[in-house]
């Protein structure tokens, strides 16, 4: 419960900052410049520290990682609301994203050392239902509390949640791993976090408006320096940060894609659906039904992929991928307001029958005292890939339109379908 709680955080807090970025780079003093930091410094430092509180968490108390993980969300939370100028509220935000890996990764590797394999499938269904509904309720309440009490509730609310989460394993065991390996190669983990924060704010920047051509090109200079780095102190250390054997189990690699690949087509129908919407003169209504039919099935449907998954994972992530890859290329003959009615149904039921599942059949092969690192690297490969069909769908969005952008995210669709079949066993 305490995970599922936390779990609840993580939409809100960057859909609630997203849609707060206008209104506190009005307010705040500082550089216009800053305010989309306020996003990237949480997605950026979040992503880098994934790898190393997965380890950590595998290595110390479980649950009071995840307690201190929680209160670091908190705490900058309030301070947020409170914070003077754009500067210290990017500098809160970098924080907040640091306590929200601990948040995710101490988690994950509770739910890991708790659960066995067979029963993972459930836990991730309940854990695909929460995620879904913040997902889909994310942007109606972070512009409720915009409306209620201005951006500092916005930043505020998540931290009150995050301490609810810190609370609610007050009393529990520690859950200690045995069985981790005393050392610990931390200069992989730093440079790898490193490069997965440079590419994930340079491909955030990319095609930011104002941003100068200098800026994400840096950030990928800095990747590259860092790429070098970790290859030659992976080669060296005799327990390298990158758990590489996870990386050749087939199936963990073909699940980490396809959850990529679902989230980056949520995230790309979010903005491009509505675009296509207007374009068309589609009504308030019409638009309202339309994000419906994109979102409520990742909120009511994940129980139910969980009890297919136990026979038909592979059948049904691929058939999804597929559904959704066919679906991104109608929309490129014909962009009537039905079609588009159609399409989000189409996807909403797609991503809302495998919320979830693919989480659950990779992380049954991760050993239970390895949980919170093999999580981790689950997540920062779903969430790199989720930032680079974004980044290349706005691209193809601003030269062709948006129903090229969501061609895009279709095509990765395609692409993860061909990998999950070809490496997932039946």
């Known amino acids: 419960m305490a995970a599922l709680l936390a779990d609840a955080v993580f939409p809100l807090a960057i859909t609630g900052a997203t849609g707060a970025v206008p209104e506190v780079t009005e307010r705040l003093p500082g550089a216009d410049a ?33 307690a201190v993980g929680n209160l670091v969300v908190a705490v900058t939370g309030a301070l947020s609301a409170l914070a003077p100028d754009l500067a210290s509220l990017v500098a809160l935000r970098a924080l907040a994203g640091v306590g ?23 836990v991730y269904g309940y854990a695909g239902a929460v995620l879904g509904s913040s997902l889909a309720l994310g942007p109606v309440v972070s512009q ?93 250390a005799s327990a390298p940060a990158i758990p590489v054997d996870l990386l050749r189990i087939p199936a963990y690699r073909a699940y980490a894609v396809a959850t990529g690949a679902f989230m980056g087509m949520l995230v ?58 066919a679906t991104a290329a109608l929309l490129l003959v014909t962009e009537r307001p039905a079609c588009l009615l159609v399409a989000a149904g189409v996807f909403g039921l797609c991503l809302g029958l495998t919320e979830g599942v693919p989480d659950g059949q990779a992380l049954r092969y991760v050993p239970s005292h390895r949980g919170g690192a093999g999580a981790a690297l689950f997540s920062t490969t779903r969430m790199s890939l989720e930032t680079f069909i974004l980044a290349a769908a706005t691209g193809a969005t601003a030269a062709l339109g948006p129903a090229s952008g969501v061609a895009v995210a279709g095509a990765v669709c395609l692409a993860a379908a061909l990998v999950v079949r070809r490496n997932v066993g039946p």
């Open 144 to 236: 409720g509390l915009m409306a209620l009490g201005g951006w500092p509730l916005v930043f505020a609310a998540p931290g009150a949640f995050a301490a609810l989460a810190a609370l609610a394993v007050l009393g529990l065991p520690a859950l200690r791993g045995p069985e981790v390996p005393e050392r610990f190669d931390l200069a992989g983990a730093v440079l790898f976090g490193t490069v997965v924060a440079a590419v994930v704010t340079a491909l955030g920047l990319g095609f930011g408006a104002g941003v100068p051509w200098w800026a994400p090109m840096g950030l990928l200079l800095v990747a590259a320096g860092a790429t070098a780095g970790l290859v030659r102190a992976e080669r060296r």
């Open 34 to 66: 800053l305010g989309p930091w306020t996003v990237l410094a949480y997605n950026g430092l979040f992503a880098a520290a994934l790898l190393l509180a997965g380890a950590a968490a595998d290595r110390l108390a479980r649950t009071r990682f995840f």
């Open 268 to 325: 790309v129908g979010l903005t491009a659906l509505p675009r296509l919407g207007s374009a068309h003169r589609m009504g308030a209504g019409e638009s309202a039904v339309m994000l419906s039919l994109l979102t409520v099935p990742s909120t009511l449907l994940p129980l139910l992929a969980a009890r297919l998954a136990r026979r038909l994972a592979r059948q049904l992530v691929t058939t999804a991928l597929l559904g959704c890859a």
């Open 100 to 122: 929200a890996a601990m948040c995710a990764a101490g988690g994950s590797s509770m739910v890991l050392a708790v659960y066995p394999p067979e029963e993972r499938r459930r």
